[in-house]
């Protein structure tokens, strides 16, 4: 079967202080991969997605980008962080496009 | 630009109650919708997917139903326990969108024994 995993769980950083999360996709090969933003109030909001390795589509404008070094690991990067950037992060996967999206736990960021 | 509203916001209940939530949408072309179920400080669960050609879709205590030219999908669950207690949520995919899911803000719902 297939897991999802993201590290870390819980995270404290200062303003101007870089930032790397990391997600890994265990039991499928060639998955689409996506980084949502789930911040209070506001819903959730599709950050980036990958179709392939090197592959990275940002849908908003911001401070943060995303790398897919492997298959199936993709990475959420900053080098400066923003107050504006605290939230709950959501990497997730789908076999296909349009197809059924399958969540991780989840990381928290708190930028101070 | 698509728009998902979830009716009510928030639902208290007591257990054994069946319940219905509702998700309402302004773009009827999409591909398919999801149901989530996301717990306190935690991801989202998946729960149920439906296509755009389905009607409906179920898993247990739970049933979802589509329609799309209306905009509308409910979440039936049948005989509610406390264990069902979290934050569902209401989710469309467009055609054309590599898993770019339009989300509602969720509705919280909390059963009591």
């Known amino acids: 079967s297939q897991t999802i995993h993201q590290w870390p769980a819980t995270l404290v950083q200062p303003v101007g202080s870089p930032l790397s999360l990391e997600c890994t996709v265990e039991g499928t090969s060639n998955p689409n991969l996506y980084w949502y933003r789930q911040a209070a109030g506001r819903g959730l909001q599709l950050l980036f997605y990958s179709v392939g390795i090197g592959q990275i589509s940002s849908e908003v404008p911001q401070n943060l980008s995303a790398s897919r070094p492997q298959d199936r690991q993709f990475i959420l990067s900053s080098k400066k962080l923003l107050l504006s950037d605290s939230g709950f992060y959501l990497c997730?996967?789908?076999?296909w496009g349009p197809g059924e999206l399958f969540f991780g736990e989840g990381s928290r960021l708190t930028v101070l | 630009k698509q728009e998902v509203t979830q009716i009510p916001a928030a639902l208290s209940v007591p257990e054994g109650e069946n319940l219905v939530l509702n998700c309402s949408f302004t773009?009827?072309?999409?591909?398919?919708l999801q149901w989530f179920r996301q717990d306190p400080g935690k991801g989202l669960t998946s729960l149920l997917l439906?296509?755009?050609?389905?009607r409906e879709q179920t898993s247990g205590r739970l049933n979802a139903s589509l329609d799309k030219s209306s905009g509308r999908s409910t979440l039936y669950i049948a005989a509610s326990q406390p264990g069902d207690s979290a934050t569902y949520l209401c989710a469309v995919t467009g055609g054309t969108s590599y898993g770019k899911l339009t989300f509602g803000q969720g509705t919280i719902l909390t059963v009591h024994p």
């Open positions: 773009d009827s072309a999409i591909y398919n």
């Open positions: 997730a996967w789908s076999a």
């Open positions: 439906i296509q755009s050609s389905q």
